[in-house]
């Protein structure tokens, strides 16, 4: 099929532009934010939030690739619009439609519940939409860019919290400023996927700090040295392909970074004693590992 040419989206197309198999790691975002905030995990709005935060994302995804089309028909036509799989003004409407969805699904949350948060994560939400179509819009030759992008995790965090709680504990901002800084460095590395090499390696330092924060936690909770361990494992197994950067090391690095994303936020949960959904999150690794074996997580 000729580019252009393509009007409908298909389920096979819009697989792949939303990522869908990377979902599972903001889910184990959201589960950050609300248990963090105080909400357990059996809260009614978790569903709402897993479907608010899930629609943001894939909105993010759909929009990144109505962005970068033009740069994709030169670095990776094999993406569906300029492979002519879906024409690119039904990429930018479904995305931006998604954002409207998210964004609905945030006021039933904060006004659709007894002692609802109101405002709150509607504004966290538009915030968060702002920060995806910025970094969608402007990624490219940003230097900043990996810190858009941490921002817009921050941010998933940060609207889960104010869902289920006016006034977030202070952790709640820690844990937002440590994905901020595993987002560096897997969002510098995701930046030279196209290259299969890896350029300059101090931003990678910024995937230790969370870790270097894990373990100071992990001197009174000891329950937090396991998935401190399984964390740190994975963040070196990707670093080793990082280094070795044989052929399909860096972009293999790079969806495991971003399967990590899991584990960060089973390690935060283990640190306040959630460890039920720190499993969790370490199940939506392993689902995200899986996942990401049928759709490219990149």
């Not at 962005?67 to 039904?90: C, K, L, N, W």
């Not at 941010?155 to 800084?181: I, R």
Request: charged letters at 10%; proline letters at 5%; aromatic letters at 10%.
């Amino acid at each position: 099929m000729a580019a252009g040419t393509a009007a409908a989206l298909s389920w096979s197309a819009a697989l792949r532009l939303g990522r869908v198999s990377n979902l599972p790691t903001v889910w184990s975002n959201v589960l950050v934010g609300m248990v963090i905030a105080g909400a357990s995990p059996a809260d009614l709005r978790l569903p709402l939030l897993l479907a608010a935060l899930s629609a943001a994302y894939v909105a993010g995804m759909f929009l990144n690739d109505w962005f970068d089309r033009h740069i994709d028909a030169r670095q990776r036509p094999d993406r569906p619009i300029p492979a002519g799989e879906v024409d690119a003004s039904v990429v930018l409407a479904t995305g931006l439609g998604l954002l409207v969805i998210a964004l609905v699904l945030l006021a039933w949350a904060g006004y659709g519940f007894a002692g609802g948060t109101g405002w709150r994560p509607v504004v966290a939400g538009i915030a968060l939409a702002g920060a995806i179509v910025f970094y969608d819009w402007h990624h490219k030759g940003n230097v900043f860019s990996p810190v858009v992008m941490g921002v817009c995790r921050m941010l998933v965090y940060v609207t889960a919290g104010f869902a289920v709680s006016a006034d977030p504990p202070a952790l709640l901002y820690v844990a937002a400023l440590l994905m901020l800084a595993y987002l560096i460095g897997l969002t510098y590395t995701a930046k030279r996927e196209h290259l299969n090499e890896l350029g300059s390696q101090w931003p990678l330092l910024c995937l230790a700090v969370p870790a270097l924060y894990a373990a100071w936690a992990a001197l009174d909770s000891p329950g937090v040295w396991v998935f401190l361990a399984l964390f740190v494992a994975w963040v070196v197994h990707a670093l080793r392909l990082l280094v070795r950067r044989a052929a399909g090391d860096v972009p293999r690095a790079v969806v495991s970074l971003i399967a990590g994303i899991s584990l960060l936020d089973a390690m935060l949960l283990s640190v306040v004693g959630a460890l039920g959904a720190a499993l969790a999150a370490v199940a939506a690794f392993a689902l995200t590992l899986a996942l990401q074996r049928r759709v490219a997580g990149t």
